[in-house]
């Protein structure tokens, strides 16, 4: 039989102790917690991407549900406002960082906080106002399309030939491709940056599969230290960063990293003031370690999803061997001139970006009290901008969730975009499409992306008949893996 309480003065005073200390600390929250800005408008209904790869089953399916403009969130544990309206995400794109007058927002804080932890220190993605100014005038003159392409453009071709005849060897079977997809583009980013690719797991970026288990463990590094051991996560950074400064190095004796040809861009870099002496150096290692990562999971697993996507859809597939046939019968028309002629399979690739944009969604900070629309946005907020969902936006992308090249044909496909334009002069279709985000934070890669894609694509549509028998493949929340890899089948094509 239980015991009954025995409710003595002593218990009767720590249970009153206990409760005034909870009711006190309820009232200090209640008056000293900042209310939610954002308390009075709708709770977001957007969360999960795993819904967002192409069905061909829904391609007809008409969105019905219309969004409200803005809607309550929060980013890493942060009140924020979801903005689901393309004119005024250009409003806050137009303002980030660059210019003074009007500096009203810059890349979210809290991201850029994780980022740094990810990524051992500061770097152009994760860095803000004048200090990120100064990283970003140096590197985009070298990432504009006519340095770019160029330089790379015949490795790009050797190596995506490679792939061709190795995809040949296994006879229609079943591959990973993402796999491949991801060595591929690691392959074009390093001959870009130092002219070599690392060597069998002298990096990796395992991180990625776990982002919050690597957070945790690097949150806790000095704890681990005391122990005198250091976490997976410590230890995946120090050996990336081991692999470029022997690179580095390498330079600083005065070896020359390519024989013959251009310099590489870890080469070029060094040359700036910025990144000389041994703070210079840190800072190099941390800039050339993002370029590294940024430069190539993201354009894998667009191919990946591109290649999925052609599968489920074999019209489009023929249409892209027919139009590549025509432009680049063989190995010598692989040039800039010709693959800047491939229309079609140029508004494939973006119609492909469109329904799987890498990064679902852009958060930015708001500086100053600042009015979006009808809208109060104060200091100190995020904005979110849900790329995925403004990419199904059907009064701009009529039947957005089918898969439609032709809606792109009439924009401007150009593979020397100017990295630096702002949104004003484009249509309202490009002013919606943010895969690459826009404006001054816009990705430093793109002309380089969509060189690899289109060389890729064109290249397998000629090779092979791409099947996919699987189920429709899910993509992880909020990063770019897929929960499950594709296994697609590659049927080689008799060419003449
Ligand atoms: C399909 C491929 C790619 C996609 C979809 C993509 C997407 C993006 C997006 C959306 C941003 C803006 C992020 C933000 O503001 O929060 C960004 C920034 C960036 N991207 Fe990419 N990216 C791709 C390929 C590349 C490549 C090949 C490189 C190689 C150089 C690269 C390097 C960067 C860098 C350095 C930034 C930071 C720019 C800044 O803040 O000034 N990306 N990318």
Redo the contacts with the bound molecule.
């Keep these: 039989m239980l015991q009954s309480i025995d409710w003595n003065d002593k218990s009767i005073k720590a249970v009153s102790i206990t409760a005034a200390t909870a009711l006190s600390t309820y009232v200090l929250y209640s008056v000293l917690w900042p209310k939610n800005p954002f308390a009075d408008l709708p709770k977001t209904k957007y969360s999960s991407v795993r819904s967002f790869t192409y069905d061909p089953a829904k391609r007809d399916v008409d969105i019905e549900e219309e969004y409200p403009k803005f809607e309550r969130s929060s980013y890493i544990g942060k009140p924020s406002i979801v903005v689901n309206d393309i004119d005024l995400s250009h409003h806050v794109l137009a303002r980030q960082d660059r210019y003074k007058q009007g500096h009203l927002f810059g890349?979210s804080l809290m991201?850029s906080y994780t980022h740094q932890l990810l990524f051992g220190g500061v770097n152009?993605?994760n860095s803000n106002g004048h200090d990120?100014k100064i990283r970003?005038d140096v590197l985009v003159p070298l990432?504009q399309g006519r340095v770019m392409v160029p330089d790379l453009l015949p490795f790009i071709v050797r190596r995506s030939q490679q792939l061709v005849e190795e995809i040949k060897t296994h006879k229609g079977k079943p591959i990973d491709i993402d796999e491949r997809y991801a060595t591929l583009t690691a392959d074009v980013?390093c001959e870009y940056l130092f002219a070599q690719s690392p060597g069998p797991g002298e990096v990796k970026f395992d991180n990625f599969i776990n982002p919050a288990q690597a957070l945790a463990q690097l949150k806790l590094a000095n704890l681990y230290a005391m122990f005198g051991f250091k976490s997976s996560a410590t230890r995946e950074i120090e050996q990336n960063c081991a692999f470029i400064r022997k690179m580095i190095h390498k330079i600083k004796r005065g070896e020359k990293l390519r024989e013959n040809g251009p310099l590489t861009l870890a080469e070029k870099l060094l040359q700036f003031e910025q990144y000389q002496g041994p703070e210079g150096e840190e800072r190099l290692i941390l800039e050339l370690l993002?370029?590294f990562f940024?430069?190539h999971d993201?354009?894998a697993h667009?191919m990946t999803m591109l290649t999925y996507t052609l599968a489920k859809e074999p019209e489009c597939q023929k249409k892209i061997r027919e139009e590549a046939n025509e432009l680049i019968p063989d190995d010598d028309s692989l040039t800039a001139a010709n693959l800047g002629k491939l229309k079609y399979t140029s508004a494939a690739i973006k119609e492909n970006?469109r329904l799987h944009?890498?990064?679902p969604e852009?958060?930015i900070e708001c500086h100053e009290d600042n009015t979006l629309g009808q809208c109060h946005i104060p200091a100190g907020s995020t904005v979110i901008l849900p790329v995925v969902r403004l990419h199904r936006d059907p009064t701009v992308f009529k039947k957005p969730l089918s898969f439609e090249p032709e809606r792109w044909l009439q924009e401007d496909l150009d593979l020397h975009s100017d990295l630096e334009a702002v949104g004003s002069g484009k249509s309202q279709l490009s002013k919606a499409f943010f895969?690459?985000?826009q404006g001054t934070?816009?990705?430093?890669?793109?002309n380089?992306?969509y060189l690899e894609l289109r060389v890729v694509t064109a290249l397998l549509a000629q090779n092979f008949d791409i099947q996919y028998h699987g189920p429709v493949p899910e993509i992880c929340n909020a990063l770019l893996r897929l929960t499950e890899v594709p296994l697609m089948e590659f049927h080689e094509l008799k060419r003449d």
Excluded: D, N
Excluded at 441 to 446: A, D, Y
């Design positions: 890349r991201f152009i993605a990120w970003r990432f980013i993002i370029v940024a430069g993201t354009t667009s970006l944009p890498v990064i852009v958060a895969t690459f985000s934070h816009s990705c430093l890669g793109m380089l992306a």
